[in-house]
């Protein structure tokens, strides 16, 4: 899937009005078909990631939907359990720089501006429509990154590119 299509797939998923997945779920859907795991990826496993993780503020789930998808990807790829992490880990930390400099944080908190555990903070923040500008950028931003990397050819030579020069 090139970055246009998995930027595209990803509006389809997060800007449905029926509000059926989050950011973690968007991501990591759209990068597992990228990937072409399969029946195995059920994106069930990111549910409780949208928000920071169960809306706490954390790690957006744009990123934590992403590192479940790329260590299902690396662990498919790479028969050696302790190369396929380090892969992995070499992967999303080049991603959280990047998201980090673009956005200028990584907390959904810091990134949303409110506190989504809150009914009063959730319900300002989906009557804003905030999620539907910023967090699709990050959603896209991650999507349009990793994309990519279901294409053999584009994953070795990412992990050629990080391992001679480090996240």
Same mark, same amino acid.
């Given at each position: 899937? /090139?970055?246009?299509?998995?930027?595209?797939? %990803?509006?389809?998923?997060?800007? /449905?009005?029926?509000?059926?997945?989050?950011?973690?779920?968007?991501?990591?859907?759209? +990068?597992?078909?990228?990937?072409?795991?399969?029946?195995?990826?059920?994106? %069930?496993?990111?549910?409780? +990631?949208?928000?920071? *993780?169960?809306?706490?503020?954390?790690?957006?789930?744009?990123?934590?939907?992403?590192?479940? %998808?790329?260590?299902?990807?690396?662990?498919?790829?790479?028969?050696?359990?302790?190369? %396929?992490?380090?892969?992995?880990?070499?992967?999303?930390?080049?991603?959280? /720089?990047?998201?980090?400099?673009?956005?200028?944080?990584?907390?959904?908190?810091?990134?949303?501006?409110?506190?989504?555990?809150?009914?009063?903070?959730?319900?300002?923040?989906?009557?804003?429509?905030?999620?539907? /500008?910023?967090?699709?950028?990050?959603?896209?931003?991650? *999507?349009?990154? +990793?994309?990519?990397?279901?294409?053999?050819?584009?994953?070795?030579?990412?992990?050629?590119?990080?391992?001679?020069?480090?996240?």
């Amino acid at each position: 899937m /090139d970055e246009q299509a998995a930027v595209e797939r %990803a509006r389809e998923l997060f800007l /449905d009005d029926r509000n059926l997945h989050g950011c973690a779920e968007t991501t990591f859907i759209v +990068l597992a078909e990228a990937f072409d795991l399969g029946a195995g990826a059920d994106p %069930a496993a990111a549910m409780a +990631l949208n928000g920071g *993780v169960a809306y706490s503020g954390g790690t957006c789930g744009a990123i934590t939907g992403a590192a479940l %998808a790329v260590g299902v990807l690396a662990g498919r790829r790479i028969p050696d359990h302790a190369a %396929a992490k380090r892969a992995a880990r070499l992967v999303l930390a080049r991603l959280i /720089d990047e998201f980090a400099r673009e956005h200028g944080a990584l907390d959904c908190r810091r990134l949303t501006g409110v506190d989504l555990r809150t009914e009063a903070g959730h319900r300002a923040f989906i009557e804003s429509g905030a999620w539907r /500008d910023g967090c699709m950028r990050q959603v896209g931003l991650v *999507v349009r990154r +990793l994309a990519p990397l279901g294409e053999e050819a584009a994953w070795e030579k990412a992990l050629r590119e990080l391992e001679a020069t480090g996240p």
